[in-house]
């Protein structure tokens, strides 16, 4: 797709998409959730200007709004700042067809601009509404607002003028903020002004089903906000046709269901039953896309609810749902981890922590209209990760947000959801998160079904490795270690976790429209078991076809065992990263190779162990030719992302960094790497590991080659089996028909088994596992499985439309 989110009215210099995310809405499906909470219900006689005051409250805060609070009222005195200097730096009389102001000059018409200047518009309009700002109710300020709108309905946006560029800003980002716009200083238009700018909107987005005026779906997050976009618009026009076209587009009438966002998909965009989110057909999207939808659906049930148009699809559960199922995996305190961020990674003005509390507010947002168990249990996570979280999110947080966030962190009577400790595997997406005690890790792999990144619309320029097994440690004394300017000034080449090739690439500055490169592989997932331990791989060809790779990770309750082999390599010489950690430019953690200090580049051709201190340690398995480096690192925001509205500055940032590589020179074929990552762990604690890993471990690996890793680990009187076959075989402990992922872990007289088919390529295998004791009773066993037991346990395992899904058995002796 060809897709962008839009920029802020509130604040500008954040991304376009905090104009949709300023503060999702609660839903009121009749028979499900109930009547909104405190709020008139609204009838065909005066349901239009209901819900224009509705929304306006939801826009500036309301008359409740409490602004003597120090923080509202910082927002509001910067509110009242950024209006003011919008105000004085506006053209005083514009000339026909000029620009309002000299820094978004719209000749071309250029979409981004012209989307920018409503923004900019609306910023003025929020503050003429918002009570406690210095322009509230100021008549000057209305009567300059009103002659901007007049302006641009005449000569930037109509019946006449030419659709160039990026669709969403014609489609999505101008109708939405226009919407807004509307809303707010409805009382000062005149009824050619309404039709002028409705019929603008109808002209591009006529209806919300659909891209444009064809016959193209729209999905997921598009879709939600076009019929968010269409309601406005209706209560705008007075028009109960666009009122019953949005309300129906939320649940695909049209399409018979097919696409409603109340239902869970089987394909394409949307939530999947498995909690997985995709968006932009190939991509696990759910910190960025995800938040969008989320939000927009809301704020569309919240603003009809109790109307005539209110929403009644009792499947809307599938939306209450998914902040447990879909968000709350990937929110780490407060954080939105970057393996579900997309190409957002690469904006300056939209971190981990945004996306994270975009994420908590609309928990709040669904949870001020919702009874239990949703309403409590929302209240827990937001509380939990808004406490934790180390960043200082009011400071970009807008007025209505902070208005639920900040009773929500004085009320003693909400506690506050602690960080779990388990593993999630979510095959449909290809993505999974394990979390130990005080940390936690994930990885983005990718296939012929999941993209290796996004990239267009100028944006996430070197964002060539992030599908490649980039991998993301979080640990709790280094939060914000991929958000303190880490994707403008980490070396694009070594991304943790990836084996990748050191051939140069070109930056993806490429204009209007975005991409998805594909994989060739179709081997990509992993296992779970008991919401404990897991595993994630991947079968790697890069996208220069330089370079193939078997990869795995294999993960318990302490550490992560990275195997690989199969490691090819011609052309340009490859890397496996085992870290790049960055930290502050002049105060570099002691980061130790084998006891020695590294302070700039090393080359060791075996060593034992390395150590960065406040992270944790990693310990090698076999001999391996490694890389080390301490050095600082600068880039800009701007070269990672140069996009027409949410392009970074070009201010030089600069990190320190740590970095690790197992070396791989052009001509390797059949090469391996392992090691093992202990988060946490002192520098004595890892030599004590690396002495005897597998005394002081437990870790044995059974089997390293192109089509298998098997490793054994026993840990604190549990032990485990861990498998990835990436095709058929005959031989060693674990052997099968087809490519398939086994986990496997017991006691001393019982034993849980997960297998699943990440290539998702077979319908049936017969798996073979030689344990090392008779388990013969099968006590519990899945559908799609058939248990044999005994020392050597036969599976055969159903996986026909299984979409990477985990089947689980238990065993005893």
């Known amino acids: ?19 949709l995310l300023a503060g999702a809405a609660v839903p009121a499906a009749a028979g499900l959730l109930g009547a909104w909470r405190g709020l008139p219900a609204a009838h065909a006689a005066d349901g239009f200007a209901a819900l224009r005051t509705r929304w306006a409250d939801y826009l500036t805060g309301g008359p409740d709004l409490d602004v003597d609070h120090p923080q509202i009222a910082a927002q509001l005195a910067d509110l009242s700042s950024r209006a003011r200097e919008a105000l004085a730096g506006a053209v005083p009389s514009p000339s026909a067809g000029g620009d309002l102001w000299p820094d978004l000059p719209m000749s071309g018409p250029t979409e981004g601009n012209i989307s920018l200047t409503y923004s900019r518009i609306l910023l003025v309009a929020t503050a003429w509404a918002t009570r406690g700002t210095d322009q509230h109710g100021d008549p000057a300020t209305a009567e300059r607002i009103v002659a901007w709108y007049r302006h641009m309905s005449e000569h930037w946006y109509n019946l006449t003028i030419r659709k160039a560029g990026n669709w969403w800003f014609w489609e999505i980002g101008i109708p939405r903020t226009l919407g807004d716009l509307s809303v707010l200083v ?8 309404r039709d002028a700018a409705v019929a603008a909107i109808r002209r591009f987005t006529p209806n919300p089903n659909f891209r444009g005026t064809g016959t193209f779906a729209e999905t997921g997050g598009n879709r939600a906000d076009k019929a968010l976009a269409c309601l406005l618009r209706g209560i705008t026009a007075r028009d109960e046709a666009d009122m019953v076209l949005a309300r129906d587009a939320l649940s695909d009438v049209v399409g018979g269901g097919r696409r409603s966002l109340f239902r869970y998909v089987t394909s394409g965009n949307g939530f999947y039953a498995d909690g997985s989110y995709i968006d932009h057909s190939y991509l696990p999207y759910v910190g960025t896309y995800g938040n969008v939808a989320l939000a927009g659906i809301a704020r569309s049930l919240m603003l009809v609810a109790g109307s005539p148009w209110d929403v009644t699809d009792p499947d809307v559960s599938v939306i209450l749902d998914a902040p447990e199922r879909s968000f709350a995996p990937f929110v780490r305190h407060g954080r939105m981890m970057e393996t579900v961020r997309g190409r957002a990674v690469s904006r300056e ?3 981990d922590f ?3 509390f975009a994420t908590a507010s609309s928990l709040l947002l669904l949870a001020a209209g919702l009874g239990d168990p949703y309403r409590t249990r929302y209240r827990e996570l937001a509380k939990g990760w808004l406490t934790r979280c180390t960043e200082d999110y009011t400071a970009s947080a807008s007025i209505t947000d902070l208005s639920r966030a900040l009773p929500l962190l004085a009320d003693d009577g909400v506690a506050a959801a602690p960080e779990p400790v388990g593993h999630q595997q979510f095959g449909t997406q290809e993505r999974m998160v394990h979390r130990g005690e005080g940390w936690a890790y994930t990885v983005a792999t990718s296939s012929s079904r999941i993209g290796r990144y996004e990239w267009g619309n100028n944006e996430n320029n070197l964002g060539w490795h992030q ?5 993301y440690l979080s640990v709790d004394g280094d939060q914000g270690q991929f958000a303190d300017d880490y994707w403008p000034t980490v070396d694009p080449y070594r991304l943790p976790g990836t ?8 930056s993806g500055e490429s204009g209007a429209g975005t991409g998805i490169p594909r994989a060739r592989n179709s081997w990509a997932g992993g296992v779970g078991l008991a919401g404990r331990w897991g595993t994630a791989g991947m079968d790697l060809t890069n996208s220069l076809e330089n370079l193939r790779a078997r990869k795995s990770w294999f993960l318990v309750d302490d550490a992560v065992v990275a195997l690989g082999s199969g490691v090819d390599v011609t052309e340009s010489d490859a890397v496996t990263v085992v870290e790049n950690r960055g930290s502050a430019v002049g105060s570099p953690p002691t980061f130790l190779l084998d006891g020695a200090a590294v302070t700039g580049p090393v080359e060791s051709a075996a060593p034992s162990w390395a150590h960065v201190a406040g992270v944790g340690g990693y310990v090698f398995l076999g001999d391996q030719a490694v890389s080390a480096n301490s050095a600082p690192r600068s880039g800009t925001w701007r070269d990672v992302n140069s996009g027409a509205d949410t392009g970074g500055s070009d201010v030089e940032r600069s990190r320190h960094y740590a970095t690790l590589c197992v070396t791989h020179p052009t001509g390797t074929e059949g090469g391996r790497y392992g090691y093992v990552i202990l988060p946490g762990a002192s520098a004595e604690r890892t030599a004590e590991v690396a ?5 002081e471990l437990g870790v044995e690996v059974l089997r390293q080659d192109a089509t298998a890793h098997v490793v054994r680990v026993v840990r604190r009187g549990r032990w485990f089996l861990f498998a990835h076959l990436f095709g058929a075989t005959d031989e060693g402990p674990v052997r099968a028909t087809g490519p398939c ?3 496997v872990s017991g006691t001393a007289r019982t034993a849980d088994l997960a297998v699943s088919s990440p290539s998702k390529s077979i319908e049936h295998a017969t798996i073979e596992i030689d344990l090392d004791r008779p388990l013969h009773r099968v006590t519990a066993a899945h559908d799609r499985l058939d248990v044999t037991g005994g020392r050597t346990v036969r599976v055969d395992a159903t996986f026909a439309h299984a979409s990477g899904a985990s089947f689980e058995a238990s065993l005893a002796g």
């Open 741 to 743: 992922a086994v986990l």
């Open 349 to 351: 003005h939209e971190r």
């Open 467 to 471: 599908g490649d097994g980039a991998a």
């Open 354 to 356: 945004t996306d994270g």
């Open 186 to 193: 409805d009382g000062e238009l005149e009824q050619a002004d």
């Open 1 to 19: 797709m060809r897709d962008q989110h839009p920029p802020t009215a509130a604040r500008p210099g954040l991304t376009r998409r905090h104009v």
């Open 691 to 695: 002495a005897d890993h597998r005394e």
């Open 499 to 506: 084996t990748a090739s050191l051939a140069v690439r070109g």
